[in-house]
Every structure is written in C-alpha cells, then in structure tokens.
C-alpha cells in the first residue's frame, strides 16, 4: 500500500464507483465525495 496524491484519490474513488471505464459523470461524484 502507499499513499495516493489528490490526483490519483480522485482517479481511484471514481473507478471505486463506476467500474472499469471512468466517465465524466464517475469523476464529478467522486469530487463530490470528497469535497463533503
């Protein structure tokens, strides 16, 4: 395990919640995950 910059959290917690293809959609939600 290491630890993940901003950039790759982001990419990450977005394939986490839309699968394998990472949309627009998928990183909108993820910023908005993290942004709460």
Known sequence: ???LDKRAR???LARLLG???????TLANAKE???A
């Open 1 to 3: 395990m290491q630890p």
């Open 19 to 25: 699968g394998s293809e990472v949309t627009r959609n």
């Open 33 to 35: 995950l993290l942004a």
């Open 10 to 12: 982001l990419q990450e």
